[in-house]
């Protein structure tokens, strides 16, 4: 059972848009939410995230938006950047429960110049 | 650079056999965390070490066990090891628990069981 989930495998964006991935959860029980960034070869990378008492945190070229009532949460690019091309991941917890991530499966992002 | 280190980077091994995967967190990190990322799937927890002492677990096998040491580094034992336990392997370390902090990954060892 996937608690946390990105249904699009793969995004494709020329540079200078805006890049919109999105997250759906099953888990009521998950209040904080990241996003990662993950290069071939390296661990991933925190982007931003996002508290359950919130609805927006922005960081430059970042947002993340969170829907409680939908469980869903998108990140926002703009303007995407050919460097933002990587793999995505969005990750949930539960204050209190020892901090450990629940991922989804990721989406690759693909920035054309 | 995360600050967590992982070594070794690459690991062949052949079934059956024991590996020990080691980890070592950001300064001042206290918690540490083991996840797993197989080909056909995402990042899987593993289990989570806070100053020497186990906090959680996930999905992992018997044949798996990790400790963490005084010094805060951490070891991951694989046993007794199948085709299907060939992922990437990632260490992630946090100031704490609990609360709201992200987690900092180091570059994961890849291990291929042959």
């Known amino acids: 059972d996937q608690q946390v989930k990105q249904n699009s495998p793969s995004l494709s964006v020329q540079e200078g848009r805006i890049s919109i991935l999105n997250c759906d959860y099953t888990n009521s029980m998950f209040d904080y939410f990241l996003w990662y960034k993950k290069y071939p070869a390296e661990g991933p990378t925190f982007l931003i995230s996002?508290?359950?008492?919130?609805d927006k945190n922005e960081d430059g070229r970042f947002t993340v938006f969170l829907n409680k009532s939908a469980k869903h949460l998108s990140l926002h690019i703009v303007p995407s950047q050919p460097g933002d091309s990587a793999v995505y991941f969005c990750?949930?917890?539960?204050f209190g429960a020892g901090n450990m991530l629940t991922f989804g499966g990721g989406t690759r992002l693909m920035v054309k110049p | 650079d995360s600050g967590v280190t992982q070594t070794p980077k690459h690991l062949i091994t052949a079934t059956g056999q024991r590996v020990t995967l080691r980890c070592s967190p950001r300064?001042?990190?206290?918690?540490v965390y083991w996840y797993q990322q197989s080909l056909d799937q995402g990042l899987q927890f593993l289990i989570q070490y806070y100053n020497g002492e186990e906090r959680a677990k996930g999905n992992i096998l018997e044949r798996f066990s990790a400790q963490q040491f005084p010094d805060l580094h951490s070891e991951l034992n694989l046993s007794s090891l199948e085709l299907g336990d060939s992922a990437l392997y990632f260490c992630?370390?946090?100031?704490?628990?609990?609360?709201?902090?992200?987690?900092?990954f180091g570059p994961g060892t890849r291990l291929t069981v042959l």
């Open positions: 996002i508290s359950s008492i919130k």
């Open positions: 992630a370390s946090s100031q704490s628990t609990s609360g709201y902090n992200e987690q900092f």
């Open positions: 300064s001042g990190d206290l918690s």
């Open positions: 990750a949930a917890s539960t």
